[in-house]
């Protein structure tokens, strides 16, 4: 019979994260910035799953205290967060949404002061935790995460 | 220390001791005529504003101030291509107080993130311009004697005209506000004000195109200009620029102690037969325009007289 399992080594110290949907997760890469770190990352596309169908999974091998995870809320606050130590998951995190992001997203309004003053930090808060929705913090232009 | 960026940034309480001190000055105005001797207020105008630029800095010579700054991004170093976090540091060594208007949305935000004075918003763009619904708020109180249980009209470019967001953002706080919106199809408040803002807080509002068929019904008419700048062909300005004009005629149609109020300049959208008209209050608007700004500076320069 053939194999259809992808062996994925575990961890020893670092992240893994779990329930991305499917096709996220090099976005994730992105905006955690791992391209800028010298650690090990392990990217899972379209893993079988029985909640979702398909997930995405990332492992990520570095010291728990050098990602900014909570940037995670924002894009999906349905990812599982496990935090390893020692070869264990030693924490479950449950995501919420940040209160405020920076330098994550751009405000794309062309009349917004950060349309012309290059060095400013793109920052967004959010306004409606209900909804959902993030507003730059400058020009209070709603982010619209369809046009994005 | 405080800075003014939003009309909401007063609560009730603040907005009305604000308005209460504004008051005081109007009764008093020698009481105050040295309150701020010795300090000295920046204008930083990056784009002109003949109205809000005279009436910040008549506010401060008025409380025996002194004034400096400039009135166009061209004859300051932004020419030069200085930031806005520069220009605030240096003018924070100069003056006590500023008020900076910019053609681009949040650029006073980004001033008082850098500032040592207190920075006032005059105007940014599209987004805000508080002293303008600091302005209205004091002139509806003190003729009207009150700011809730009014029924209010708000006439004219209400998609883009960001003195009817301010002023709807801050009236919703009071009891028992109702507002009639005049204005053509393709002018009307956005969705997110009547949605986010109306329909949250319950506040009743209908919307009109005809201005006559509102008027017997409002205790207030708050006029706005059309502003070509906003359009992007001439075609649909020309369109719509002339859409309302008040007249005698359609002021014979209101209530009598009715006011008539626009943030001005205005262009043909106010006829000048009505200016003689005593519930014409647009001029009045311009006075208390100054001692609300006076009142400003004082509390954010905490100073006490």
Do not use: W
């Amino acid at each position: 019979m053939e194999n259809n399992t992808l062996n994925v080594s575990s961890i020893s110290e670092g992240f893994v994260l779990d329930h991305i949907q499917a096709g996220k997760s090099m976005d994730i890469y992105h905006y955690l910035r791992l391209d800028k770190l010298d650690c090990c990352v392990a990217i899972i596309k379209n893993a079988r799953s029985n909640k979702m169908g398909k997930k995405d999974i990332m492992k990520i091998e570095c010291p728990i205290d050098i990602i900014d995870l909570d940037i995670l809320g924002f894009i999906d606050h349905n990812i599982t967060i496990n935090i390893i130590q020692n070869d264990k998951v030693v924490e479950k995190k449950r995501l919420e949404l940040p209160k405020e992001i920076t330098n994550v997203i751009k405000c794309k309004n062309p009349r917004c002061i950060t349309s012309i003053e290059q060095e400013l930090e793109h920052v967004f808060v959010l306004t409606d935790p209900e909804k959902e929705v993030y507003r730059c913090k400058y020009c209070e232009e709603k982010y619209d995460r369809k046009n994005h | 220390m405080r800075h003014l960026m939003s009309p909401l940034d007063f609560t009730v309480e603040e907005l009305d001791k604000l308005l209460d001190l504004a008051n005081d000055i109007e009764a008093h105005p020698d009481k105050y005529a040295h309150a701020c001797d010795g300090k000295k207020l920046a204008t930083l105008f990056y784009e002109p504003s003949t109205r809000t630029r005279l009436s910040h800095e008549a506010a401060m010579l008025n409380l025996g101030g002194s004034i400096l700054g400039f009135s166009s991004a061209d004859s300051s170093s932004a020419a030069k291509g200085e930031s806005v976090s520069d220009t605030i540091r240096m003018v924070s060594c100069y003056a006590d107080i500023c008020a900076m208007r910019h053609p681009k949305e949040g650029a006073p935000m980004v001033a008082c993130r850098h500032s040592s004075i207190p920075v006032i918003n005059a105007g940014d763009g599209g987004h805000q311009h508080p002293t303008q619904t600091l302005t209205d708020l004091l002139t509806i109180r003190s003729l009207k004697g009150r700011l809730g249980n009014l029924t209010i009209g708000l006439c004219g470019d209400l998609k883009f005209g960001r003195t009817v967001h301010s002023l709807i953002h801050a009236l919703v706080r009071y009891e028992n506000v109702r507002f009639v919106l005049i204005s053509p199809e393709e002018l009307r408040l956005p969705s997110y004000i009547r949605k986010d803002v109306l329909d949250k807080n319950n506040i009743p509002y209908k919307e009109v195109i005809n201005l006559e068929e509102a008027m017997p019904e409002l205790d207030l008419l708050y006029m706005t200009r059309v502003q070509k700048e906003r359009f992007f062909n001439e075609e649909d300005y020309v369109r719509m620029k002339d859409f309302y004009i008040l007249d005698a005629a359609k002021m014979s149609l209101a209530k009598e102690d009715m006011l008539v109020l626009h943030p001005l300049p205005r262009v043909n959208e106010i006829s000048v037969e009505v200016d003689k008209d005593p519930r014409a209050a647009y001029f009045k608007q311009v006075q208390y325009g100054v001692y609300v700004r006076m009142a400003l500076i004082l509390t954010l320069l905490e100073i006490e007289v």
